[in-house]
C-alpha cells in the first residue's frame, strides 16, 4: 500500500467499531440479535442525506435481482446491504479500510445477507475484478479521497459490462475555494482530491461513459441539514444512532465544516448516472 492510501485508510479506521456500532444499537433500544437494515441507516449510510439519498439513487437505475453491483468506496456497507435487501441483488463492497470491510461482514452477517453480499479490501484504483463484470458501478462520496482521477474512472468502465451504468452521488468542489478542514473525509488537504463538475463530465466522457442523468443536490443537502439541527435542538441532545461514532472526537467540526462548505458553495452535490455504450 502506498503512503497517500495508508493516510486515506489512518484516517477512517477506528479500532472496535463493531463493538461500538453495537453497543451504540443497544443504548438506542434496538435489539441487536434481530436487527434489521432500517436500524442502522442513522449509522451505515455515511453520506449527506443518508438512506434518503441511497434510495434516490437507486431509483435512477432499474434494480433486479438479476444483477450484479459493486459499492466502490462501500465502507461500513450501508448501501450494499440496503441494495441486497430490497431488490435482491448481488453486491460487491470494496474499500481501502480492513476494518469498515470486517464491520461491514459483520453487520451483513446479523442481518443474513451475507450469501448476497461481499466485502473486499482494496482499492479503486486498482480494483481486483476481471473486466465487464458488474451490471451496475456505485459509488457515494467516497472520489473525493482519490487523486488519480483519470485512473478511477477507467477502472469504473472497464469492470462495467456494457450497455451497465455507473451511478454515482458525490462531494465535488465548488465555486469557492478553499475548504474548511476538518471534513468528513479528511483532516486537511493532504488526503482532499475534490474534482469540479465540468472536469467530472470530461473524465466521464474520457472513459468511454456517457451521461446519462445529472442532478444538483446541494440545495436538498442544505435543508437536510437544517432539518437535522432543528430537530437535535427539539430534542436536547445528540442521537445515539450517528457518525459520530465513526467520526470520532472531531465530529462536531467536521460537522460544522460541511455544513459551512456547502453553505458556502464551496462544495457541491452531485448525483449522476452515466452508461457503459454496447
Ligand atoms: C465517507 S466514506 C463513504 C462510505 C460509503 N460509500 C457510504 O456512503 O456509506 C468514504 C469511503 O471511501 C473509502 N475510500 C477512499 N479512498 C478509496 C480508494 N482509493 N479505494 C477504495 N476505497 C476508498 C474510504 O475507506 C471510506 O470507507
Redesign the pocket.
Known sequence: MNSL?SN??EH?DRQGLDEAILAALTAAGKDISHLKPEDLAPI????IRGREATRELASQVQLNSSHKVL??????G??SRFLASEFGCRVTG????DE?CRVARSLANRLGLDSLVSHLQ????DMPFEDNSFDIVW????TM??ADKPKLYSEIARVLQPNGYFAMYDVLAGPVSPLYYPV??APDSSISFLTTPDKLCELLNASGLRIMGWRDTSEIGREWFKEVAAKMQQQGESPKLGFHILLGPDFRLMAQNQVLNLNENRIVLIECVAQKPA
Open positions: 492510501d486515506i485508510q477512517y451505515d449510510e455515511f453520506h459499492d466502490v468506496g462501500s465502507g461500513v450501508g448501501a470494496l474499500d481501502l479500510s469498515y482494496g482499492s479503486a484504483l459509488t457515494q462520496h467516497a479521497n482519490i468528513p473525509w
